[in-house]
């Protein structure tokens, strides 16, 4: 079977369209360019099938790869059989190439080996056939050699032994006998190796769980509790099991008066060399699966995190708060330039509370601020606390929003903080982040590592390159589906834009800053190093609010910008009423296109129609807009005002196997289990909630002294 042939019956396809789209994937072509302006060649296929086939592609030709080596190596060693050719050519996944390489991969020292040399392969082999005759020890006599160093009969049978045991060992059809059992009936078994030590994995002091059954988030907390030398961790296999398995394979070839001596062979092959490499296989492949998962809960937080609605046309003031060092302040106008910065000191040691108070109330009324965004770090609620009591004197108009912090003290030391922000300390670059990512949290969380946001479960102990892999395609995807400003952009955001790189991108900021606004995509052409390649990549997913062209602020391609213009004209208008008054009777009028009809009359393929009508329907939207937006608070809490039946309004921080955490205005989120998601039964929290929605929830229980708080949202 092809490539193509699995990919299409895997991913459920038409043959023809995966063909073509491997194809454009192998020139060169990126997955959201691909998504968004070829749908006519892939069938409609979107981001999220397109990034299975990729990896899936990957993984088909790795194997293939592999196939080839390892057929190379048995051939150059001439043991290369057309039945073993065969098998590795039919094997699905890598460990079946692996297992029938094994027996003739290149080894260390074995005992085995030793025995081999010693030239008592051919009594082992004696052993293991059914035609053989005579006692085990008379044919052990025969092979008994002082000069290649055997002694006496017992070492002749116990090389021989050795020589049995590698050969169960080595054998794949007993390797996925026993890797099959252990999986179905295997348990994962840990202990502490101090059980009077208190860590955060004391439920895994003496705890165990079936392999097929273990969840992945526990996976990842035991290995982290071994990891951190907290916890021994193995794995039990079903030795009652699996060794008559292996013995029903050898023993019926075997004469019987071989039986008891082969046996203990098969016995010790299992336990010396099959068993540690199989529970090494199967923690391994545990490990892979949960971080899979791990990944998977990530991309999905961080996507929805990149995607909540900006807030836009408003001058914020950004508090990063902080006790000692004082809490650092920054007013940004609506474009997010800073326009005044400074430090209070309201906390302990210093307790200038109406000090604090006069200097905020001072620049509330001196920029006309509409939101206060504070930080959610250290000292945030006791800052809130002032903000709250401090609104409450003024009678103004002004609301607050606790903001997540994760990643600010990150971007404010990197080497893109001190170019944006040359002239202010590293404490008050955070300050600036904290205002900015409320007014569009796309554009500044690109600017930090996705794995510093504080979303997703483990990803501290993932594979980096994998993570940063999968994140870095959930942070190209949104940026792609928003589309980007060119000419207020940070070349943070702009690398991200498909087509374009790091260098790029800083062409396309330098070409600004030398030659002002862009006032047509065509214009990126003439960015160094930004060929025609680049540019059909990323055409269309620049805006230029106001462009020479109204198409500039869409995302239609300039590949469609004739079709655009003809559709427009078959129904009485042109460019110029896109953003004017008739743009009510505009979309009432493509409302009522027959799209088939119509695309067979500007030769062009219905699904690129479809897109044209829905840009054309709303130029200039902004696809986040169309979320809830973010809660704003005039009040505040302590986790003393919160008593068990309170019902609250939150916003959901962070989704977990295990269930959401929902900020409801206290110090610490609230953790809503699983099991309280909902009246129903559900498979994982991200059925019923996602990163940034708003959710009522009603207290169930208040922890003060381990700062926990359960909450129900079966209400």
């Given at each position: 079977?092809?490539?193509?042939?699995?990919?299409?019956?895997?991913?459920?396809?038409?043959?023809?369209?995966?063909?073509?789209?491997?194809?454009?994937?192998?020139?060169?072509?990126?997955?959201?360019?691909?998504?968004?302006?070829?749908?006519?060649?892939?069938?409609?296929?979107?981001?999220?099938?397109?990034?299975?086939?990729?990896?899936?592609?990957?993984?088909?030709?790795?194997?293939?790869?592999?196939?080839?080596?390892?057929?190379?190596?048995?051939?150059?060693?001439?043991?290369?059989?057309?039945?073993?050719?065969?098998?590795?050519?039919?094997?699905?996944?890598?460990?079946?190439?692996?297992?029938?390489?094994?027996?003739?991969?290149?080894?260390?020292?074995?005992?085995?080996?030793?025995?081999?040399?010693?030239?008592?392969?051919?009594?082992?082999?004696?052993?293991?056939?059914?035609?053989?005759?005579?006692?085990?020890?008379?044919?052990?006599?025969?092979?008994?050699?002082?000069?290649?160093?055997?002694?006496?009969?017992?070492?002749?049978?116990?090389?021989?032994?050795?020589?049995?045991?590698?050969?169960?060992?080595?054998?794949?059809?007993?390797?996925?006998?026993?890797?099959?059992?252990?999986?179905?009936?295997?348990?994962?078994?840990?202990?502490?190796?101090?059980?009077?030590?208190?860590?955060?994995?004391?439920?895994?002091?003496?705890?165990?769980?079936?392999?097929?059954?273990?969840?992945?988030?526990?996976?990842?907390?035991?290995?982290?509790?071994?990891?951190?030398?907290?916890?021994?961790?193995?794995?039990?296999?079903?030795?009652?099991?699996?060794?008559?398995?292996?013995?029903?394979k050898y023993l019926p070839q075997t004469a019987l008066a071989y039986h008891a001596l082969v046996a203990e062979a098969?016995?010790?092959?299992?336990?010396?060399?099959?068993?540690?490499?199989?529970?090494?296989?199967?923690?391994?492949?545990?490990?892979?699966?949960?971080?899979?998962?791990?990944?998977?809960?990530?991309?999905?937080?961080?996507?929805?995190?990149?995607?909540?609605?900006?807030?836009?046309?408003?001058?914020?003031?950004?508090?990063?708060?902080?006790?000692?060092?004082?809490?650092?302040?920054?007013?940004?106008?609506?474009?997010?330039?800073?326009?005044?910065?400074?430090?209070?000191?309201?906390?302990?040691?210093?307790?200038?509370?109406?000090?604090?108070?006069?200097?905020?109330?001072?620049?509330?009324?001196?920029?006309?601020?509409?939101?206060?965004?504070?930080?959610?770090?250290?000292?945030?609620?006791?800052?809130?606390?002032?903000?709250?009591?401090?609104?409450?004197?003024?009678?103004?108009?002004?609301?607050?929003?606790?903001?997540?912090?994760?990643?600010?003290?990150?971007?404010?030391?990197?080497?893109?903080?001190?170019?944006?922000?040359?002239?202010?300390?590293?404490?008050?670059?955070?300050?600036?982040?904290?205002?900015?990512?409320?007014?569009?949290?796309?554009?500044?969380?690109?600017?930090?590592?996705?794995?510093?946001?504080?979303?997703?479960?483990?990803?501290?102990?993932?594979?980096?390159?994998?993570?940063?892999?999968?994140?870095?395609?959930?942070?190209?995807?949104?940026?792609?589906?928003?589309?980007?400003?060119?000419?207020?952009?940070?070349?943070?955001?702009?690398?991200?834009?498909?087509?374009?790189?790091?260098?790029?991108?800083?062409?396309?900021?330098?070409?600004?800053?030398?030659?002002?606004?862009?006032?047509?995509?065509?214009?990126?052409?003439?960015?160094?190093?930004?060929?025609?390649?680049?540019?059909?990549?990323?055409?269309?997913?620049?805006?230029?609010?106001?462009?020479?062209?109204?198409?500039?602020?869409?995302?239609?391609?300039?590949?469609?910008?004739?079709?655009?213009?003809?559709?427009?004209?078959?129904?009485?208008?042109?460019?110029?009423?896109?953003?004017?008054?008739?743009?009510?009777?505009?979309?009432?009028?493509?409302?009522?296109?027959?799209?088939?009809?119509?695309?067979?009359?500007?030769?062009?393929?219905?699904?690129?129609?479809?897109?044209?009508?829905?840009?054309?329907?709303?130029?200039?939207?902004?696809?986040?807009?169309?979320?809830?937006?973010?809660?704003?608070?005039?009040?505040?809490?302590?986790?003393?005002?919160?008593?068990?039946?309170?019902?609250?309004?939150?916003?959901?921080?962070?989704?977990?196997?295990?269930?959401?955490?929902?900020?409801?205005?206290?110090?610490?989120?609230?953790?809503?289990?699983?099991?309280?998601?909902?009246?129903?039964?559900?498979?994982?929290?991200?059925?019923?909630?996602?990163?940034?929605?708003?959710?009522?929830?009603?207290?169930?229980?208040?922890?003060?002294?381990?700062?926990?708080?359960?909450?129900?949202?079966?209400?």
């Amino acid at each position: 079977m092809t490539h193509v042939e699995q990919l299409a019956q895997e991913l459920n396809w038409p043959h023809s369209k995966i063909a073509k789209t491997i194809e454009l994937l192998d020139e060169g072509n990126t997955i959201p360019f691909i998504a968004r302006y070829r749908k006519e060649v892939t069938g409609e296929m979107d981001e999220t099938i397109l990034r299975q086939l990729v990896d899936r592609l990957g993984y088909l030709r790795n194997l293939a790869k592999r196939k080839e080596e390892v057929i190379k190596s048995i051939k150059e060693q001439g043991k290369l059989t057309p039945e073993l050719e065969k098998a590795i050519n039919e094997a699905q996944v890598l460990q079946e190439v692996e297992d029938l390489y094994l027996p003739y991969r290149p080894k260390r020292k074995t005992r085995a080996s030793v025995a081999k040399e010693k030239g008592l392969e051919p009594l082992a082999l004696m052993f293991l056939d059914i035609k053989t005759k005579g006692e085990p020890g008379i044919l052990a006599k025969e092979f008994v050699n002082s000069e290649l160093g055997v002694e006496n009969i017992d070492q002749a049978l116990m090389g021989a032994q050795d020589i049995i045991a590698e050969v169960v060992a080595d054998d794949a059809e007993t390797r996925k006998v026993v890797r099959n059992l252990v999986w179905q009936e295997g348990i994962i078994y840990s202990r502490a190796v101090d059980s009077e030590a208190v860590t955060p994995y004391e439920m895994y002091y003496d705890y165990q769980e079936p392999i097929r059954k273990i969840p992945p988030h526990r996976v990842l907390a035991v290995n982290r509790g071994e990891k951190e030398k907290a916890l021994q961790v193995k794995v039990i296999q079903p030795e009652e099991k699996i060794l008559p398995k292996i013995e029903e394979k050898y023993l019926p070839q075997t004469a019987l008066a071989y039986h008891a001596l082969v046996a203990e062979a098969i016995k010790d092959g299992y336990k010396r060399l099959v068993a540690p490499a199989i529970e090494r296989e199967i923690r391994n492949e545990l490990t892979s699966l949960a971080e899979e998962q791990a990944i998977r809960v990530f991309a999905k937080n961080l996507h929805n995190l990149l995607l909540q609605p900006p807030v836009k046309d408003k001058v914020v003031l950004g508090i990063d708060p902080g006790y000692r060092t004082g809490c650092k302040l920054a007013v940004v106008d609506e474009t997010g330039k800073v326009l005044d910065i400074g430090v209070i000191y309201p906390h302990s040691p210093q307790n200038k509370v109406e000090e604090a108070k006069s200097l905020v109330a001072g620049l509330l009324s001196k920029w006309s601020v509409d939101i206060i965004a504070i930080g959610n770090g250290t000292a945030s609620r006791e800052t809130e606390l002032m903000v709250a009591d401090l609104l409450k004197d003024l009678d103004v108009s002004v609301q607050y929003i606790i903001v997540s912090e994760a990643g600010a003290s990150v971007y404010s030391a990197s080497k893109l903080a001190k170019e944006e922000f040359p002239e202010y300390d590293l404490s008050l670059r955070s300050a600036i982040s904290i205002a900015r990512r409320l007014q569009d949290p796309l554009a500044e969380l690109v600017k930090i590592e996705p794995k510093a946001v504080g979303v997703g479960q483990y990803q501290h102990d993932v594979t980096t390159k994998r993570l940063d892999e999968a994140l870095k395609g959930i942070v190209e995807s949104c940026v792609n589906s928003v589309g980007v400003e060119i000419n207020t952009a940070s070349s943070a955001l702009l690398q991200y834009v498909a087509g374009l790189t790091k260098s790029t991108a800083d062409g396309i900021v330098k070409y600004r800053e030398k030659n002002g606004k862009f006032t047509k995509r065509e214009q990126l052409l003439e960015v160094p190093r930004l060929g025609q390649k680049a540019f059909v990549q990323c055409a269309g997913f620049i805006r230029i609010t106001d462009g020479i062209n109204p198409l500039e602020n869409t995302p239609v391609h300039p590949e469609s910008y004739a079709v655009a213009e003809r559709l427009l004209a078959l129904i009485g208008f042109d460019l110029n009423d896109l953003y004017t008054q008739k743009i009510s009777q505009i979309r009432k009028a493509l409302a009522q296109v027959e799209i088939k009809l119509m695309a067979e009359k500007l030769n062009v393929g219905e699904p690129t129609l479809k897109d044209i009508v829905e840009a054309l329907q709303k130029p200039g939207r902004d696809p986040r807009e169309e979320l809830p937006p973010p809660l704003f608070r005039t009040d505040v809490l302590t986790m003393e005002d919160l008593k068990p039946g309170m019902e609250l309004q939150g916003t959901v921080r962070n989704v977990v196997d295990f269930g959401a955490f929902v900020d409801i205005g206290v110090k610490q989120d609230g953790l809503v289990h699983i099991s309280q998601l909902g009246e129903k039964y559900i498979k994982h929290p991200m059925e019923v909630v996602a990163v940034g929605d708003i959710v009522k929830v009603k207290v169930l229980e208040v922890d003060v002294h381990r700062g926990r708080i359960s909450l129900t949202m079966r209400l």
